[in-house]
């Protein structure tokens, strides 16, 4: 089961003064001078959250789009033909048991989460991963074939390693295909057709981190302090 665990060397990163220093004003700026392989030295806090949102909101929205677009075009498909060809090819895409299934995969949970998931699991886009192999999410590599970064650290003997991809948008579609597809996050999709509360979508999320419930409580702080809720 490709479950996501969260990364140890990143969790002591949230309780930083980045997760809790209150933004007076939102300011995206789409023709940033930031890049996500260099990361400016001495940069104030600031600057830092002014980096992350520049390189993700609009990623994050882009992606969003795709997905919600393919979800109201699939939702329609459904209501007139589960059994239309898209349809089918998308369930064995999902890995959907059923059609109302699989547009509970396919429907984007609220771009507040994923900003928040994106800082914590990337350190506010500085951590080796995302400047190396652009992975916003610690999303580990299964394949031995597909692109990859070493980690910092090793289970037993073996090497661990996360994925490494060729943009921030591709980052962003694996980790909401992710959320899509793995058992782990079934109760998150289920509550995900019901609300899209993000502060109790998070509480779902337990499994994606080593520190369980702790880790929802820490979303929620990235949340509210950096106002993510104001991109939903």
């Known amino acids: ?116 998931q994106a800082a914590m699991e990337s350190s506010w886009a500085t951590s080796r991963f995302f400047r190396v192999g652009k992975n916003a999410f610690g999303v580990r590599s299964l394949d031995i074939n597909e692109p990859k970064v070493a980690a910092g650290e090793k289970k037993g003997n073996k090497t661990i390693w996360v994925k490494k991809y060729s943009s921030v948008n591709d980052s962003i579609r694996d980790y909401y295909k992710l959320l899509a597809t793995s058992r782990a996050f079934e109760d998150f999709r289920t509550l995900k057709m019901k609300t899209s509360n993000p502060h109790e979508l998070v509480k779902k999320l337990d499994k994606y981190s080593e520190i369980g419930a702790e880790y929802a409580k820490e979303l929620t702080a990235i949340i509210n302090y950096n106002r993510f809720n104001e991109f939903d």
């Open 1 to 116: 089961m490709k479950t996501v665990l969260k990364m140890s060397l990143l969790v002591s990163v949230v309780l930083s003064t980045l997760v809790h220093a209150k933004i007076d004003t939102i300011h995206v700026d789409k023709n940033t001078k930031y890049s996500a392989e260099m990361v400016p030295e001495k940069m104030s806090v600031h600057e830092k959250k002014q980096r992350f949102r520049d390189l993700f909101v609009p990623a994050i929205n882009e992606v969003y789009s795709e997905l919600d677009k393919l979800y109201k075009e699939t939702k329609v498909l459904v209501n007139k033909d589960a059994k239309n060809p898209k349809v089918i090819k998308l369930m064995k895409s999902y890995g959907a048991k059923n059609p109302q299934d699989l547009l509970r995969r396919i429907k984007p949970h609220p771009k507040s989460i994923a900003l928040s």
